[in-house]
């Protein structure tokens, strides 16, 4: 089925001191982030898929079953918005957006019909003779979303476009650029270095680190199963406890359960703090038989009222341990349950299936 | 080139260069290497080192060079202490008239040399405005300032001509310099002298010594202003010499020889600025977040208007005086002067003009005809210089240089090379004076437009080639327009500059070519002021109206 072919790249680049090796496909039509730290090589992988910058050697990149890595950037029907927009200063709005139609060769009257439709694609009516200098970030923002839009591109890029933004505009064009894609349809990737704006809007996330991909999955199941400690801890809150700590607090009958047969490599384990049971404030604490750790006599270190929740950092021992709880804790310790269903072990970074 | 992945392509327009490398290389390293060949020639036109040799070691010759150094350097003495005071002001302080100031400053530099000397002679001369004025105001019938035709007239006239590069070029480093050092030294118990002397003097050297070296180089090759106040062979400087040499003695090789010295010394100073300049570009980050101040103590305000009024004064007085005196006319020696329209009339044609004024109307036109096509000239050359000057890699830099290389190389020598090619190829007229001028002012357009291309971001580039557009599309599309502005600034300048050209044009001309610039020297040097004067008001008026532009095409800048 051809038709359903999307993006399947292998990127490679070496710089002194970076490299970037990278493989991974995108679904015609989806919308995938790229999620990673800075420097971690997302802006280099846009570049390549741009062809911005030359590609290192055993590099390919197909688009709907076409080889472009050959191609010069003006072939490749890879469009590009970037991070700080640049529209061409000198152009108002609609120059901007038809600019890629002209290139086209589209008559003028349909250049104004379609840069009208753009214009209200991206909520911004009547906005055609404007000049960028006139515009907020976040009408830049559009219409460079606009601009990139018309040359009808089989992939569009979005890089961090949503950085330079307030948080409140951040959230609601991370909406707008959603149903932007919903209604064109367009294989999109987009980079991020925001978990919650890939959680929210991406149907597939990859995620980078250090130059190569630490997970590829939905934003479910990446975040229920992380495969790397990476992974786990980038794509939102959790605990982190070495692997001894099993020893001490494994509370289940006979306490003969078999974890885990140590190896030798850094061993981690991990979870989340909504999976985090206050045992001493639960109305059904976690019973004997059901495998969990329980970390007795923790002592509240703060307790941060978020709304519909209060996020809460226990000590217990030299450690912390986050938790969220929908009351104030009653005392200042507490026993603390998780049960070891939940909890994630790793080895050396890399998950390992309990 | 093994390894090249990750490389960003930034030089794929190198090859626009091209026209541009060959024109210069065509018309500007040709004549230089003809100057230079001659220079190792004798006087029969056989290979030898004599020249070099007998040159070189002449006491005359040393003493030239050593006179040339030193003048420069009173020179750029006097312009640092009249510009330094301004800096600081314009850099510190906001003021009513704070733009009238800078843009009095700005009006040297934009004038040709021959006139700064005829406004100087006019205002400063023993006949001249100030003595007048001051021989009414003490009442006595002797001209109380003795100026003219020394050393003093010469460091005068290029403190005058050169005080606003060293006030412009200061106060714009100083404005944008960090004031936080200042503060934390306030705050740690530092009194305000201190603090300057500790701090922001050391902060401000590059910046000055930058200026600075500019300025010496400027007044090193200095030739109209010598050529007129100097006047004898004490006040000889190694240009006016060559000029002689070549002109007046016919002693090509001579000539030649005392380029090649000059050449030696001005690449060594413009190797210095150079890298003055790179570690003023490294040493400060820049902020624009300085707040000026009105000046709040009476010393202050007094500084203020004194140097406010000093300045229109000296700078605006030699003007105003050159404008005042075309229209007038004596009759005889004694007769006092009255007002008059006899100068224009012979300048454009509608009286025929006596002597030196014969050629006025014929040297008007040709002075605008050559002018408009050095202009138009210089604007395909530079953007060409312009879009393959923008990437990095030793091509694009090498090219840059070639293209600011004339700048190194004083329009006398440019002149004496095109002198000697002249007499080769036996062509007079003027085609010469047209190349001479375009090698002369390339540099100047470049430097407006090649920042310009810098600034435009990659990513403007990079944007229009992922919606589609070619390298070249996007160059006519995107960077093009965006470079507009400047390259009609460079081509003003280089109207300016060629229409105010003496240097070159008398270096390589013989008597059959005649330019404003040209009949003016000879109306100097036969003591009609007030001819001079007319035509020189021509310069001005055209000067002020390059520079009321280029100012208003400032302000149309790029978000």
């Not at chain 1, 038809?98 to 694609?121: F, G, H, N, Q």
């Not at chain 1, 404030?281 to 970390?295: G, K, V």
Request: hydrophobic share 45%; net charge positive; with cysteine.
């Amino acid at each position: 089925m051809p038709e359903t072919r999307g993006l399947d790249c292998t990127l490679k680049a070496s710089y002194p001191d970076f490299t970037l090796d990278v493989s991974f496909s995108v679904k015609r039509g989806e919308l995938a982030c790229i999620i990673g730290p800075s420097g971690c090589g997302k802006t280099t992988t846009l570049q390549l898929l741009s062809g911005l910058i030359k590609p290192g050697n055993g590099s390919s990149i197909t688009l709907e079953g076409a080889d472009i890595l050959h191609l010069p950037t003006e072939q490749r029907q890879v469009a590009l918005v970037f991070q700080d927009y640049a529209l061409f200063p000198q152009m108002t709005v609609e120059d901007n957006i038809a600019y890629p139609m002209k290139l086209r060769k589209i008559p003028k009257m349909e250049r104004t019909r379609k840069v009208s439709a753009l214009l209200d694609l991206v909520s911004l009516p009547g906005f055609q003779k404007r000049k960028p200098g006139q515009l907020s970030g976040g009408e830049r923002q559009r219409v460079a979303l606009a601009r990139a839009l018309a040359s009808e591109p089989k992939l569009l890029l979005l890089d961090e476009p949503l950085s330079a933004l307030d948080t409140k505009l951040r959230k609601h064009l991370r909406e707008e650029i959603r149903r932007i894609h919903d209604e064109t349809g367009v294989t999109m990737l987009y980079v991020t270095h925001d978990q919650n704006e890939a959680m929210a809007i991406a149907d597939s996330i990859i995620v980078m680190n250090h130059g190569s991909i630490e997970q590829i999955a939905s934003p479910e199941e990446l975040y229920a199963h992380p495969k790397t400690l990476f992974a786990a801890t980038f794509m939102g809150e959790g605990n982190t406890l070495p692997y001894s700590i099993i020893t001490q607090t494994l509370a289940s009958e006979g306490n003969d359960y078999v974890v885990f047969s140590p190896k030798s490599g850094e061993q981690t384990i991990f979870f989340r703090p909504e999976q985090v049971t206050l045992q001493s404030d639960a109305l059904l604490p976690l019973p004997e038989f059901l495998p969990h750790l329980e970390f007795k006599d923790a002592t509240l270190a703060s307790c941060v009222f978020q709304g519909s929740f209060y996020q809460l950092v226990y000590h217990w021992n030299e450690y912390q341990i986050m938790a969220i709880s929908d009351r104030r804790p009653k005392g200042r310790t507490a026993t603390l349950g998780v049960r070891l269903l939940d909890i994630h072990q790793f080895l050396d970074g890399q998950a390992v299936m309990l | 080139m093994a390894n090249t992945h990750g490389k960003t392509k930034t030089a794929e327009l190198a090859w626009m260069g091209i026209p541009a490398f060959l024109l210069l290389a065509f018309l500007f390293l040709v004549p230089l290497c003809a100057t230079l060949a001659k220079a190792f020639t004798d006087g029969e036109g056989h290979l030898s080192l004599s020249t070099l040799r007998t040159t070189f070691s002449q006491p005359y010759t040393l003493r030239v060079l050593g006179f040339t150094l030193r003048q420069a350097l009173y020179s750029t003495l006097a312009s640092t202490a009249i510009g330094l005071p301004g800096a600081y002001l314009l850099a510190n302080y906001r003021f009513p008239g704070k733009k009238i100031v800078t843009a009095v400053a700005t009006v040297p530099f934009v004038l040709p040399s021959i006139l700064v000397v005829l406004g100087f002679v006019i205002f400063y001369g023993n006949n001249g405005i100030l003595n007048r004025a001051l021989m009414v105001l003490f009442h006595t019938d002797e001209p109380p300032l003795h100026i003219l035709y020394s050393l003093r007239a010469i460091i005068l006239a290029h403190a005058f001509y050169n005080f606003p590069v060293i006030m412009n070029l200061v106060s714009t480093y100083w404005e944008q310099m960090d004031r936080h050092p200042e503060q934390a030294a306030l705050t740690l118990g530092a009194s305000r002298g201190t603090v300057f002397r500790t701090i922001t003097l050391p902060r401000l050297l590059p910046a000055l010594f930058s200026a600075s070296t500019l300025v010496f180089l400027f007044c090193y090759n200095s030739f109209a202003i010598i050529l007129v106040l100097g006047g004898g062979p004490v006040y000889t400087t190694m240009e006016t010499e060559i000029y002689r040499k070549a002109r007046m003695s016919l002693d090509g090789p001579g000539a030649a020889a005392l380029a090649l010295m000059s050449l030696i010394v001005t690449i060594t100073l413009l190797v210095i600025y150079l890298a003055l300049q790179k570690r003023l570009k490294t040493q400060e980050e820049y902020t624009h977040s300085v707040v000026q101040q009105q000046p709040t103590s009476p010393l202050g305000k007094t500084l203020i208007i004194l140097y406010s009024v000093l300045t229109a004064v000296f700078v605006l007085g030699p003007i105003i005086s050159v404008v005042a005196r075309s229209f007038t006319m004596t009759a005889s020696r004694s007769a006092p002067s009255q007002w008059s329209l006899v100068w224009y009339r012979q300048l454009f044609g509608i009286i025929a003009g006596k002597d030196n004024m014969k050629s006025a109307w014929i040297a008007l036109q040709n002075s605008l005809s050559i002018a408009v096509v050095v202009a138009l000239a210089t604007i395909p050359a530079s953007l060409s210089l312009a879009a393959a000057a923008k990437g990095k890699g030793w091509l694009p830099s090498s090219l840059e240089l070639l293209g600011m290389l004339p700048m190194a190389v004083s329009s006398v020598i440019i002149g004496l090379g095109y002198y000697f090619i002249a007499r080769h190829i036996h062509t007079k007229g003027y085609l010469l004076v047209v190349l001479a001028h375009l090698v002369i002012v390339i540099p100047f357009a470049l430097r407006s437009v090649i920042p310009e291309a810098r600034k435009i971001p990659i990513q403007y580039v990079a944007a229009a080639r992922t919606l589609g557009a070619s390298r070249l599309y996007t160059f006519w599309t995107i960077e093009a327009p965006l470079l507009k502005n400047s390259l009609i600034t460079g081509a003003m300048f280089a109207f300016a500059l060629s229409l105010g050209e003496l240097n070159a044009t008398l270096t390589l001309s013989d008597s059959t070519i005649v330019t404003l610039p040209i009949v003016m020297y000879q109306l100097i040097g036969s003591y009609n002021y007030q001819g001079a004067c007319a035509l020189g008001t021509i310069l001005i008026i055209a000067s002020l109206l390059v520079f009321l532009l280029t100012e208003g095409l400032k302000g149309n800048r790029h978000a």
